[in-house]
C-alpha cells in the first residue's frame, strides 16, 4: 500500500469532500486526484523514468501537494527547496541532485534560481505564476487524460523524496525518504492521541520543504482531511483561520505559538471553541507559555520529536501527559515523549556501550521510518546508521517511564525557530572574509527562537570589522535565517591540545542558569 492509494480511494469514496483550500481556491478530492494524475502522466511524457529528480521551489500553495503527489504516482524523487536560501546554497543543492526538472513558484523565486546559476543545466523548467519564455507555466505539461496510473513494480523500493538538511561540513545532504518509510510514518502518526481521531480540517502554516510540514501534508491527505495552506505565518492570519473554522487541528513551532499570544491583540477574547489540537514540535515549550496557551486555546497540546533522517516524528509528549504536567509532573514538559508504535529508542556512550535508565549519552533510534541514507554520501550514511540504529546526535536520557529528555547535542547543530542551522555552514562563510582569521559559531539562549546563533571572531592583526559589516556580508552568502545577527571580537579562541575548538567553554557562560543546554 501506497500513501497516494490512499488519495485515490478517497476520491473514490469522498470525492466532494474539501482537499485543499489555499486562499479563496480549493479542490475536492476527485479534483485533486485528477489534476495529479494528469500532472503525472504529463511529467512521464517529459521523458522522465522512475526516479528522475523533480525540484520545487515555492513557498505552501495549492500546486505544492499536487505536485507531490504527481511525483509519487509517476515513480519520479520530489526534491523540495528551502525557498529562504541564498543563491549559492541553491546552487549546491540543484547541482547535487542532478534536477531534470525545476519548478518556481513566482517570479521572485525564478531570480533566485537564475542568480544560482544552475538553470541552463536543467533540461525542463517551470513556474507556477506568470509564464515567460525562459519559464512557462507548469499548466502547459498537464495531459488531457486523468484515468489512473498503474503502479510501478519498483514503487516500493524508490524514493519518494529527497529532503536537504544543513550539511555538519558546511554543504547540505540529501536525505533519501522512501515510499514505505513515509507509509510507515503515516501509521505510527495515527497512534499520537488514539482517543482523538484528527480533525477534519487542518491548517498548515508549516512550511512544505520540511519535512514535519510535508509528512503531515501526506497523512492527512491520506486521511481524507480538508488541509488549509497558508503561504506566510502572521499571527492575526492563523487566528481567523481557526476560528473561522468548524472544527480543526493545527501543526505550529513554538515560537509560532508565541507570536500568537503576544501580538494577536485581546487575543483572550476570541473563541477557538473550533480548534481541537495543537501539535508543536522543534523546540521544547516552556511551562509559562503554554499554561499561557492552553488558558487562551482550550485545546489538546501533542510535542513531536523527529528529524529529516527519521521521515516523521517517533516520539511524541501526548495530550494526557501535557495533562499530567499541569496537574503536578511539571518535569514532564522537559521531555520530548515516549517512542511512538515501531520505534525503539536507546542510549549509548562515547564507546558505543548502551547506558541504563537516567544515565546520559547519545539517543539512537531504530524505526521503520528511517531515511534510506544520504544521497551520494556513502560516508556519511554510515556515520549515521549504525547496524539499523540511526545517531541522532542529540545527548539525553530515558527516565522509567520511557519519556527522554535532551540535556545538549552531540553535534553543534543549533535549533532556531525550528529551523536547522549548522554552525560550520556559517563559520565557512565567515572564513571567506579577508579579515577574519578565526571564528567559531555557538547557539546562545533566545527567548523568541529558543536559541540563536553567535559568532565569535578572532580579527586579523589592524581589522577594525564592526558586527554590521559582518551581519551584511553574510546576508549575501547565507539563508537569512541562518545569518548571525550576534558577533563577538575576541584574541584568540579556547583550543584543546590536538587545536579543536572548546566549543563547550565559549556556550557556558550563556548557558550557565539553563536547566538544559539546548534551547
Known amino acids: 500500500m501506497l500513501i497516494h492509494q490512499m488519495i485515490e480511494f478517497n ?54 501537494p499536487l505536485i507531490a503527489t504527481a511525483c509519487m504516482k509517476s515513480g519520479l524523487c520530489l526534491v523540495p527547496l528551502n525557498y529562504r536560501l541564498a543563491a549559492q546554497e541553491v546552487a549546491y543543492i540543484l547541482r547535487d541532485c542532478s534536477a531534470d526538472v525545476l519548478i518556481c513558484g513566482d517570479d521572485t523565486l525564478c531570480l533566485l534560481a537564475e542568480q544560482s546559476g544552475e538553470t541552463e543545466s536543467i533540461p525542463h523548467r517551470f513556474s507556477l505564476a506568470q509564464t515567460t519564455e525562459i519559464w512557462p507555466s507548469i499548466a502547459c505539461v498537464y495531459s488531457d487524460n486523468s484515468s489512473k496510473l498503474a503502479s510501478l513494480d519498483q514503487h516500493e523500493k524508490l524514493i519518494a523524496a529527497q529532503i536537504y538538511t544543513s550539511g555538519t561540513t558546511g554543504h547540505p545532504k540529501g536525505v533519501m525518504i522512501g515510499y514505505q518509510q513515509l507509509l510507515s510514518g503515516y501509521v505510527m502518526s495515527n497512534h499520537i492521541s488514539p482517543r482523538q481521531q484528527v480533525a477534519h480540517n487542518c491548517i498548515m502554516p508549516l512550511p512544505l520543504f520540511h519535512v514535519a510540514g510535508f509528512a503531515a501534508m501526506m497523512f492527512w491527505l491520506g486521511n481524507g482531511c480538508s488541509i488549509e495552506l497558508v503561504a506566510d505565518f502572521h499571527p492575526q492570519e492563523i487566528v481567523d483561520a481557526i476560528t473561522s473554522s468548524s472544527n480543526c487541528d493545527i501543526v ?18 476570541y473563541d477557538f471553541t473550533p480548534l481541537k489540537r495543537i501539535t508543536y514540535g522543534a523546540s521544547p515549550i516552556s511551562i509559562d507559555v503554554l499554561q499561557q496557551a492552553l488558558a487562551i486555546f482550550k485545546c489538546d497540546f501533542v510535542q513531536g520529536f523527529g528529524m529529516s533522517e527519521l521521515s516523521c516524528m517517533v516520539l511524541s509528549l501526548s495530550a494526557d501527559d501535557h495533562r499530567r504536567a499541569l496537574a503536578g509532573e511539571p518535569q514532564l514538559l522537559r521531555s520530548c515523549g515516549r517512542a511512538l508504535p515501531g520505534a525503539e529508542l536507546k542510549i549509548i556512550n562515547e564507546q558505543g556501550s548502551e547506558l541504563p535508565t537516567g544515565e546520559t549519552g547519545e539517543l539512537l533510534v531504530r524505526s521503520p521510518t528511517t531515511m534510506i541514507g544520504y544521497w551520494q554520501q556513502a560516508d556519511k550514511t554510515a556515520q549515521t546508521l549504525c547496524n539499523g540504529w540511526l545517531r541522532t546526535g542529540d545527548a539525553g536520557f530515558i527516565d522509567d517511564e520511557g519519556y527522554f529528555y535532551i540535556r545538549d547535542r552531540v553535534k553543534d547543530m543549533i535549533v532556531s525557530g525550528g529551523e536547522n542551522i549548522y554552525p560550520a555552514e556559517i563559520e565557512n562563510a565567515l572564513f571567506s572574509h579577508p579579515q577574519i582569521q578565526d571564528v567559531a559559531v555557538i547557539g546562545v539562549p533566545d527567548h523568541k527562537f529558543g536559541e540563536t546563533p553567535l559568532a565569535i571572531c578572532v580579527l586579523t592583526p589592524g581589522s577594525e570589522l564592526l558586527s554590521e559589516d559582518l551581519i551584511a556580508y553574510c546576508k549575501e552568502r547565507l539563508a537569512a535565517y541562518k545569518s548571525p545577527r550576534q558577533f563577538e571580537f575576541i584574541a584568540a579562541l579556547p583550543r584543546n591540545p590536538s587545536g579543536k575548538v572548546l566549543k563547550r567553554l565559549l556556550r557556558e557562560p550563556y548557558w ?3 536547566e538544559r543546554q539546548v534551547g
Open 252 to 269: 505550529l513551532v513554538p515560537a509560532m505559538i508565541q507570536a500568537m499570544l503576544a501580538f494577536v491583540p485581546n487575543i483572550q477574547d
Open 512 to 514: 550557565r542558569d539553563a
Open 11 to 64: 476520491a473514490i469514496n469522498h470525492s466532494e469532500q474539501t482537499a485543499i483550500k489555499f486562499g479563496e481556491h480549493s479542490q475536492t478530492y476527485a479534483d485533486f486526484n485528477q489534476l495529479a494524475n494528469r500532472l503525472a502522466r504529463g511529467l512521464i511524457a517529459l521523458g522522465l523514468s522512475p526516479g528522475s529528480r523533480v525540484a520545487l521551489l515555492s513557498k505552501n500553495n495549492a500546486e505544492f
